[in-house]
């Protein structure tokens, strides 16, 4: 099965810039998604990235290392409204599903 | 704008009521999910369908069944309600051109059972 693994929480203050990790365990996958989540809100789609490396979309950038299982979402110049749940997901190959971590929730403060 | 709705956003329940949650999705999407989501453990996946009355067991099937007469209504049954039933209820839908890793979920029922 796949499994992907999350810090719980994690803090920072506005203007600053934080990094939300996501390790994991399968393998043949179609790469890795990233998807946000307000309070109350429904999970919305933020970044993709199919291959190793770094992509970048604004102020926010995802970066994938399929040899050391891992990756990450880079959020920079933070603001208060990034405050959110945000959750690192894969598909893996011959599945329909998506698989989606267990979610860090990002309190930015003033 | 992809818009999946569901039909309502709050819901109580008493214990061995049987549950519908709708799901209504605007895209021709092929693909349609039911998830539950718990504090601490994320969105977990009850079930999904690939095409009309196509459906597979997701991670968490127990408890469940559903139903996808149409190809835009994706329906969530509760067959008798249990505490540990009470949780949000996320529908998401998607494409079918890979990698389809895209979901537009709806806003979510709370649902609560006493």
């Known amino acids: 099965g796949q499994s992907l693994e999350q810090p719980s929480e994690v803090t920072a203050v506005e203007g600053a810039i934080v990094q939300i990790n996501c390790t994991y365990q399968?393998?043949?996958?179609?790469?890795l998604s990233w998807y946000q989540q307000h309070d109350g809100g429904a999970p919305t789609f933020l970044s993709y990235?199919?291959?190793?490396g770094l992509e970048e979309t604004g102020r926010f950038s995802s970066f994938l290392s399929r040899s050391d299982s891992y990756g990450y979402l880079l959020l920079q110049e933070l603001q208060m409204k990034d405050s959110a749940s945000y959750f690192c997901?894969?598909?893996?190959?011959?599945?329909?599903?998506?698989?989606f971590g267990t979610g860090t929730r990002l309190l930015v403060s003033p | 704008d992809v818009k999946v709705t569901q039909s309502s956003r709050y819901l109580v329940k008493r214990t061995g009521e049987k549950v519908f949650l709708e799901c209504v999705q605007d895209?021709?999407?092929?693909?349609m999910f039911w998830y539950r989501q718990d504090p601490g453990l994320g969105l977990r996946l009850i079930y999904f369908?690939?095409?009309?009355?196509?459906?597979e067991k997701g991670d968490i099937p127990e408890g469940y069944s559903v139903s996808r007469e149409k190809k835009e209504r994706f329906s969530l049954i509760l067959e008798s309600a249990s505490t540990n039933q009470t949780s949000m209820y996320l529908c998401?839908?998607?494409?079918?051109?890979?990698?389809?890793?895209?979901?537009?979920f709806g806003p979510g029922t709370r649902l609560t059972v006493t």
């Open positions: 895209m021709d999407h092929e693909n």
């Open positions: 399968t393998s043949g996958f179609y790469g």
């Open positions: 369908s690939y095409d009309v009355k196509m459906k």
């Open positions: 990235n199919a291959l190793d």
């Open positions: 998401a839908s998607s494409g079918e051109t890979e990698p389809a890793i895209e979901q537009y």
């Open positions: 997901a894969v598909r893996a190959y011959g599945f329909q599903k998506l698989v």
